[in-house]
């Protein structure tokens, strides 16, 4: 059996939680790849409404095992959070979540290093989410991490402590005032919660089961477009959210990968700072951000809202290998007049598809604009029944690409969505 993969192909809040939510029935395993709590992954299940940040989103069908990859980074304070929880709900999906020794910990000083860097970069801010993930993946790839695996070793409170003091001589250089005292008794009770849970070597569990026959979704966080190599840096997450990224972050070799669901909405949202081509200042922005409720599931932060980006879907779309499409949020679009897709670039009076290196200033979108619908269109369950103009828009998309769009969401709840065969 291969694995699959589903994946954000925009800025992230495409709807991963909720398709990985429908889509887990089909899977024995769900397992988180990369990023860590900056990820909010929304459930919408009749009146039950939950959101994700470090717990993967199979978590409440309680025949799914769930995995935390080595990829990922995780605070335990969020963690034992997110647990609690999920313990008041549905606590039998707990008993099978496992976690990679090798994920690395957000330690409390992390979080005060992101603040202390987005506060002194002023105008020019990243806009993170300020949960510690720029600091922790700078500390493992410099090679100087506390991992998940470390909680178990007898010197673990010495490393923590060398750690820390390591970011105490950091923070020297901002003027940066905090108290964590109190934020490292929380955290350390955290780490009591996670050794009660199953701490796995990822690579072999997950290379075990593909040759069981089980079938796992490696399930992404964050966008393509924040991907620390192809986004739009420096304005991205520190991780790769690209599907090479899933084999690295779980142990999967290339040659495993099956289906890799790329999934977009049918407009587009960012939340943070940095370029974004089809941004709305108008009407029609403040009509996607309300009817599309698009406040950040982590932050509550208002995102900004814009007409869908051909260009940078089909970039995406490449750097990912996606075979299935899937476009959420199609029932925002309904009541609109009309709507726009930008179908090129203008640079300088020269059209291209391509996303340029440096895409902030000069760059014009070239719109092509559909005819929009009036029905409301959450209860259409198949995808005969939905307007013509929306099945004009999906096949515009598919010719375009050359990817079938085999999945619709029409509504945030789970039964709102429409599985083409
Ligand atoms: P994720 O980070 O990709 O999992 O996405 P988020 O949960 O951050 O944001 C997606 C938001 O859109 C959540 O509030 C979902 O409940 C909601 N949502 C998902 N699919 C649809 C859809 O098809 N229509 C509508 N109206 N809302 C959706
Ligand atoms: P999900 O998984 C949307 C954005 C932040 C910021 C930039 C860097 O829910 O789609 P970071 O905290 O990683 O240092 O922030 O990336 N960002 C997200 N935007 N959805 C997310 O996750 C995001 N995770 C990070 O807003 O611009
Ligand atoms: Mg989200």
């Given at each position: 059996m291969k694995m699959d993969i589903l994946l954000g192909l925009q800025w992230g809040d495409e709807g991963k939680g909720k398709i990985v939510d429908v889509l887990?029935?089909?899977?024995?395993?769900?397992?988180r790849f990369q990023g860590g709590p900056n990820a909010g992954h929304s459930l919408e299940i009749g009146d039950f409404k939950h959101v994700l940040h470090t717990i993967p989103s199979g978590?409440?069908?309680?025949?799914?095992?769930?995995?935390?990859?080595n990829g990922v980074v995780l605070d335990p304070v969020i963690f034992m959070n997110e647990v609690a929880k999920i313990r008041e709900i549905a606590p039998e999906g707990l008993k099978s979540l496992y976690i990679s020794k090798?994920?690395?910990?957000?330690?409390?000083?992390?979080?005060?290093l992101d603040a202390a860097s987005e506060k002194s970069k002023g105008l020019t801010k990243i806009g993170s989410t300020l949960k510690g993930i720029g600091p922790t993946y700078m500390d493992k790839t410099g090679r100087n991490g506390l991992r998940v695996g470390d909680i178990m070793c007898s010197d673990f409170k010495q490393k923590y402590d060398f750690l820390k003091s390591k970011h105490q001589q950091l923070l020297k250089q901002y003027d940066f005032e905090v108290d964590d005292v109190t934020n490292e008794e929380e955290w350390f009770k955290g780490i009591e919660v996670l050794k009660s849970f199953q701490l796995i070597e990822c690579e072999y569990f997950v290379n075990n089961a593909i040759n069981q026959n089980k079938k796992i979704l490696a399930e992404g966080a964050q966008g393509t477009l924040l991907d620390i190599e192809y986004g739009s840096y420096p304005f991205v997450t520190s991780s790769n959210t690209v599907s090479s990224g899933a084999c690295t972050g779980l142990g999967i070799a290339p040659n495993r990968l099956g289906k890799i669901y790329g999934i977009f909405k049918s407009y587009c949202t960012r939340v943070g700072s940095g370029p974004f081509p089809t941004e709305l200042f108008d009407a029609d922005g403040e009509y996607l951000q309300s009817k599309g409720h698009e406040f950040g599931a982590t932050t509550g932060r208002r995102r900004r809202c814009g007409w869908m980006d051909l260009p940078t879907l089909k970039?995406?779309?490449?750097?990912?290998?996606?075979?299935?499409l899937i476009m959420t949020k199609s029932d925002v679009l309904s009541g609109m007049e009309s709507f726009k897709v930008a179908v090129a670039y203008d640079v300088d009076g020269i059209q291209t598809e391509e996303v340029p290196f440096n895409y902030v200033d000069k760059l014009m979108p070239v719109y092509k604009e559909f005819k929009g619908w009036k029905e409301d269109i959450s209860k259409i369950k198949s995808f005969n029944d939905l307007p013509l103009e929306l099945k004009q828009y999906i096949e515009f998309v598919e010719k375009e690409t050359g990817i079938p769009v085999s999945i619709v969401s029409v509504g945030p709840d789970r039964d709102e969505t429409i599985i083409r065969k």
């Open positions: 887990s029935p089909e899977y024995d395993i769900i397992a978590i409440f069908r309680k025949d799914t095992v769930n995995i935390i990859g090798k994920a690395h910990l957000i330690l409390p000083s992390h979080k005060t970039y995406s779309i490449m750097l990912n290998g996606v075979t299935d």
